[in-house]
């Protein structure tokens, strides 16, 4: 086909700038998401963009590809001074982006999402669809599933492949009706949600994509896989370039310790902890491991053998034990999406309502967790991941979001009846301490900024009587530096007066302030560091899966 | 905030509704040539005019405040209800047929209407299983079962409940002692208990809502599930309450409307009330005192349309446009663009309503 | 006899069939339009005010597909432009409409309510068709809208599966996000797909007022509008189904005028009922709601 003589062409230009960025700044509010970064994607490269997350990886990928606009520098393509009105002018111009989230139209089939993306008009036979959708898998050398197949029916794999065709098709189609490669293709953490076949094929494909000449750029935080694909690594974190060039001169342990930002003049030389692998076998049992607490002194929380799937099918918790003795305070490690979520969910007693085959116990202080309701009556304080969806009631105002969780409630109303001067009193005094703005009880929850909304939350579940169990997701989320360390010093001292604390974090200046013991959570299995408080890097090393068997 | 402004925008609904019925009836009567001024006097009158006028407007505001009562409990527990009509129906049928079929005996009264108010409850338990089992949303179930509850109706007293003389498609008037007590026959006959019941019955929703357990509850189910799960609250229990206790509401509307102002059953019993009733709920911000002035406003301006049509020969359909026009103002009204400028303005400031637009 | 009755059922069913496959549409692109009664009411009146001056039925069916029109863009307006809540609107069409039409009509030809004869759709007999032996002069003999709602049956299912801008309709409905990402103006295509069915409810209108009744009266739609919602539900979204539901509400009708014709005092109202009761029916069944567009009823905002 055409594609062999246009990959003569294009290789020679390989290793030209493609996208250039010059001193990007881009802030949000009184947040620098960038702050002065300077990127280039070379024709025929496949450069990888990492960092920890809000590091400003995919902020960055989205001024380049015009769905933000710079506050400050320049973007150019093809040397050329590119300013997009939009994203689709940006494709047009030959940018092409895979977003995490898929944007295929679920009820389409795989031929009409391509023909809807080509803005295809007028009459469309589906057996010319078909041929044409093959025509161009075919071309970009990409195999996808049956055309005629509805997009809803095909796996992950499938569908980021049609995704990932639809990008590169884009409306890029030349005068004669033959594909054009695009210039730049981004993929937004392509292998968050693939399994290791998946990702295999992938990479394949993205190395021919390569191989021809289109500048590939994948953001990711997972370090095995920079290594493997990618010729350029830039590294990311808060809103800066922390180092750039040739992967070739990194190793998994400078990755890990650039991108979490280990401090190398406090820290003993980086290797003498961890060279020995601290990786303890998968699914290890008894991640707290000794503790200080003392065996004599029964768990307020068992974790037992929990494992569940999805609603698609896909494991997402896999033979998880732990316990937490009160006073003791657990920290789960983790990259988002490795079943944080699933296992808060578990904890507060809502999983089943959202898993499928679930199995295992859940425990605390010995009796059984099947419900919510148990689970509250047991003294189970509750930060959940998505403190929107799940946290708050929007349309509810802020002093009765404040009674969200049974007994919370029927101790404002113990006979039914809310004393509304009580509880108003009471949730204004409570507002105030977590600095919860603007501070007027009557408000919507809804109308708080995300911030403001996860104070709420701390504030309900951490600001009154010491729980007897507090599970928090991100607790430090959207808050500011004087805020997150009073969350953090709560959360100790919660577990200093007898609470059984588990707290799951993304972010390890949270996991190393905590304090607790550490474990990490990865892609559903519940990791075991070498100490019970690991070294930075051996923590980041596990969140990003070396040295675990995929 | 300034409360002149508060205040202001409070009444800026109200003010706007009787706006668009005065200006709806002028232009009505402009476009069938008659005087545009004497239409709108005799709408004013008709409905305000004299003691005998507020009564009527008293018996016509009873049906719109249960039913809108019905409406506000479940649009501020996340449920939207459009159904009132056929509750409202399922319920006047149920205690027709306890009227009709059973007595006399002392207490019959009391029976139909709680007749009434099972009928409405379980009218609305289909729609709640529906969206609980199926995922289906209540909109087009809620409306599929007015028609169901019409064509009930309608078969009731055309069959079963048809008068002993076969003349007309009505039942027979109610046993005695499945009336209503006359609260005040010296003055006016119409005045039946059913008016003080009504009040009583939406005063105690808005208290369930707003101040007791039980209502954040209803109201944390329909709005966010997720939410209310991860509280520990029942959440499937509380969301077939809500939808049941919406119901009943209506249900006891039609009873209500049955045994204190028809005494028979028959097809047109209900213009309309439960189509009414969520603009009755909607222009009173789904909150107690809101929701009964705007259940007087629409009987006032049903009971001015009648006076105007008689006086005038304006139709008193018209009233039911002024209900249109009012509720659409108010959906644009609360609508995320709209709000935006009335804040930016400092009229508004977003507020907990409960409302699941 | 049976092929009377189908005729009447054509008959009878054809104002819902052209609401319903407007309404069809307008779900499709992500849009629930309960104002579809009195979309529905507007255009029946809107063609008896206009055939009635006119003295033919043309001006009427024109008349009614632009009242039609003008109704729905006030939805739209509202619902899609605005976002305001799409049932609350809906609500508030149908009682404008109501209230609006029974007024106007009491202005425009008096309060004594005298029955107003208004220009009837000629029927026009099929060339051959119309010859057929038995099935021919009942079948092939019916107004021009019962043919143009039959004839838009096969072209409303092919516009969806097999055309460009079908597709287009179809992201918007399922995922209206993925349809901006690609550049498509989503408000602006709603109220397209929205002003198509307006015209489809007026001329639903217009075939009531112009043929079915051969007047107007107030409220004369008579919940067809909701009936045609039903209707949409019932056949699952396709256009297929929604003819099916439309010729069953149709032979339920014929066969409640037959028996209040003759002396059987059969419920007639059980037959008007069962148009709700099968789509309730089909919506208690595993999957009852298993092809809706997935993003009905909810307002697009961009971020």
Redesign the interface.
């Given at each position: 086909m055409s594609d062999v003589r246009e990959t003569a062409a294009r290789a020679d230009e390989s290793g030209r700038p493609v996208l250039e960025m010059r001193g990007v700044r881009k802030r949000f509010g009184a947040v620098v998401a960038l702050d002065g970064v300077d990127f280039t994607a070379r024709a025929g490269e496949i450069h990888a963009l990492l960092g920890e997350n809000g590091a400003g990886k995919s902020t960055l990928m989205q001024v380049a590809s015009g769905l933000y606009s710079a506050d400050a520098g320049e973007v150019r393509l093809g040397g050329r001074d590119a300013r997009w009105g939009?994203?689709?002018e940006a494709r047009a111009a030959g940018i092409a982006m895979v977003?995490q989230h898929f944007?295929?139209?679920?009820?389409?089939t795989v031929a009409?999402n391509l023909?809807?993306?080509l803005?295809?008009?007028?009459?469309?036979?589906?057996a010319r669809l078909a041929e044409e959708t093959r025509a161009f898998a075919d071309a970009f050398r990409i195999s996808i599933a049956d055309p005629g197949r509805r997009v809803e029916e095909l796996s992950v794999g499938d569908r980021q492949r049609v995704e990932i065709l639809k990008a590169l098709v884009g409306d890029r189609l030349a005068p004669d009706g033959r594909p054009h490669p695009p210039a730049l293709l981004v993929l937004d953490e392509p292998t968050a949600v693939l399994v290791p076949d998946e990702v295999d094929v992938l990479f394949e494909l993205l190395e021919g994509l390569a191989a021809r000449g289109t500048a590939v750029v994948i953001v990711t935080h997972k370090l095995a896989e920079v290594l493997r694909i990618a010729d350029r690594v830039t590294i990311l974190r808060a809103g800066r370039v922390i180092a750039s060039g040739p992967a070739g001169e990194h190793d998994e342990r400078s990755l890990a310790a650039a991108m979490v930002g280990t401090n190398r003049d406090r820290l003993p030389v980086a290797g003498s902890t961890t060279a020995g692998d601290g990786v303890a076998a998968t699914g290890a049992r008894g991640a707290t491991g000794a503790t200080a607490a003392g065996a004599a002194n029964p768990p307020a929380l068992r974790v037992d053998a929990v494992s569940a799937r999805d609603a698609r099918g896909a494991v997402v918790l896999d033979d998880v034990s732990f316990e937490v003795r009160p006073g003791e305070l657990l920290v789960v490690a983790g990259v988002e999406g490795n079943g944080q979520g699933e296992l808060v969910s578990v904890l507060?007693?809502?999983g089943r309502?959202r898993l499928r085959d679930l199995r295992g116990c859940v425990e605390i202080d010995g009796r059984p967790v099947a419900?919510?309701?148990d689970?509250?009556?047991a003294g189970l304080a509750?930060v959940?991941a998505d403190r929107g969806?799940?946290?708050?009631?929007?349309?509810?105002?802020l002093w009765?979001n404040l009674?969200?969780?049974?007994?919370l409630?029927?101790r404002?109303?113990p006979r039914?009846?809310?004393d509304?001067d009580r509880a108003m009193k009471a949730a204004a005094g409570r507002i105030a301490e977590f600095g919860v703005q603007p501070a007027d009880p009557?408000?919507?929850?809804?109308?708080l900024s995300g911030g403001n909304q996860q104070r709420l939350v701390l504030a309900r579940e951490l600001g009154g009587e010491v729980p007897r169990v507090v599970v928090a997701a991100n607790p430090s989320r959207g808050l500011d530096l004087a805020a997150t360390a009073s969350v953090r010093a709560r959360l100790r001292a919660l577990a200093g007066a007898g609470a059984a604390v588990v707290v799951f974090s993304s972010d390890l200046d949270e996991v190393e302030e905590l304090a607790g013991t550490v474990a990490v959570l990865f892609r559903g299995r519940l990791l075991r560091a070498s100490a019970r408080r690991p070294a930075r890097d051996e923590i980041g090393r596990l969140m990003a899966g070396l040295g675990v068997a995929a | 905030m300034n409360r002149l402004s508060a205040l202001v925008l409070r009444l800026l609904p109200a003010a706007l509704a009787v706006a668009v019925a005065l200006g709806l009836a002028a232009i009505v009567a402009a476009v069938g040539g008659h005087a545009p001024g004497r239409a709108v006097g005799a709408l004013v009158s008709g409905s305000l005019g004299s003691a005998e006028n507020v009564a009527d407007v008293l018996v016509r505001a009873t049906p719109l405040v249960l039913t809108g009562a019905a409406v506000m409990l479940a649009f501020r527990s996340g449920i939207f209800n459009i159904g009132a009509e056929g509750q409202f129906l399922a319920g006047a049928l149920a205690a027709g047929v306890v009227g009709t079929k059973t007595g006399p005996f002392p207490g019959q009264a009391l029976v139909a209407l709680l007749s009434g108010v099972l009928a409405g409850a379980a009218w609305a338990s289909l729609p709640a299983l529906l969206r609980i089992r199926r995922g289906v949303s209540e909109v087009i179930t809620t409306i599929l079962l007015n028609f169901v509850a019409l064509y009930l109706v309608s078969f009731a007293v055309n069959g079963p409940l048809q008068e002993q003389s076969r003349t007309y498609p009505q039942s027979d008037a109610l046993a005695s002692t499945a009336d209503l007590w006359r609260l005040a026959p010296s003055i006016d006959d119409r005045l039946h208990v059913g008016v003080l019941l009504a009040l009583l019955v939406a005063i105690a929703a808005g208290a369930l809502l707003s101040r007791t357990s039980l209502g954040l509850r209803l109201r944390s189910a329909g709005l966010n599930a997720d939410a209310a799960r991860l509280a520990g609250f029942p959440v499937v229990r509380d969301l077939a309450l809500a939808f049941a206790l919406s119901g009943a509401i209506a249900g006891l509307g039609g009873a209500v409307e049955l045994c204190g102002v028809t005494h028979r059953l028959y097809e047109k019993l209900s213009p309309g009330y439960g189509y009414t009733a969520i603009a009755v709920a909607l222009l009173g911000g789904l909150r107690v005192p809101g929701m009964v002035a705007g259940a007087l406003f629409f009987a006032a301006l049903g009971a001015g349309a009648s006076s105007m049509e008689r006086t005038v020969g304006v139709s008193a359909v018209l009233a039911v446009a002024v209900q249109g026009a009012t509720l659409l103002a108010v959906a644009v009204l609360g609508t995320p663009a709209v709000a935006r400028r009335l804040e930016r303005a400092g009229l508004r400031r977003p507020a907990a309503t409960g409302e699941t637009s | 006899m049976i092929v009377e009755f189908l005729a009447a059922g054509l008959a009878l069913g054809t104002p819902i069939l052209l609401a319903a496959l407007g309404e069809l549409l307008v779900e499709r692109s992500g849009v629930l339009d309960i104002g579809l009664e009195g979309t529905m009411l507007v255009g029946a009146f809107a063609a008896a005010v206009a055939a009635q001056q006119a003295g033919t039925p043309l001006p009427g069916v024109l008349a009614a597909a632009a009242a039609g029109v003008a109704v729905a863009v006030l939805f739209g307006t509202a619902a899609v432009l605005l976002g305001a809540d799409q049932i609350i609107v809906g609500t508030a069409i149908n009682l404008l409409a109501l209230g609006g039409t029974g007024a106007l009509y009491r202005e425009v030809y008096g309060e004594t309510g005298t029955s107003l004869v208004l220009p009837t759709l000629p029927r026009i007999e099929l060339p051959v068709l119309s010859k057929l032996p038995v099935v021919g002069p009942v079948l092939f003999s019916q107004h021009a809208l019962v043919y143009l709602a039959l004839l838009l049956v096969p072209v409303m299912a092919f516009f969806l599966a097999r055309t460009g801008l079908g597709l287009r309709v179809r992201a918007l409905g399922d995922h209206p996000r993925a349809a901006e990402s690609l550049g498509l103006p989503v408000r602006r295509d709603r109220m397209i797909v929205l002003a198509v069915a307006g015209a489809l409810a007026g001329l639903a209108g217009a075939a009531l007022s112009l043929a079915s009744a051969g007047s107007f009266v107030e409220g004369v739609t008579a919940g067809r509008g909701f009936v045609a919602l039903a209707v949409v539900v019932f056949g699952r979204w396709s256009p297929w189904g929604v003819l099916a539901g439309s010729l069953l509400f149709g032979v339920a009708s014929a066969l409640q005028f037959q028996f209040q014709a003759t002396a059987i005092r059969l419920p007639y109202q059980l037959f008007l009922m069962l148009p709700y009761v099968l789509t309730l029916l089909a919506l208690l069944l595993p999957r009852g709601l298993a092809r809706a567009p997935l993003a009905l009823g909810a307002s697009y905002e961009r971020d």
């Open positions: 939009s994203a689709v977003h944007m295929l139209v679920p009820t389409l009409e023909a809807l993306a803005g295809r008009r007028g009459w469309l036979d589906p507060a007693g809502i309502d419900r919510a309701s689970a509250r009556g509750v959940p969806r799940e946290g708050l009631v929007h349309e509810l105002s009765e009674l969200l969780a049974e007994p409630l029927d404002a109303a039914g009846w809310i509304r009557l408000r919507a929850a809804g109308a | - | -």
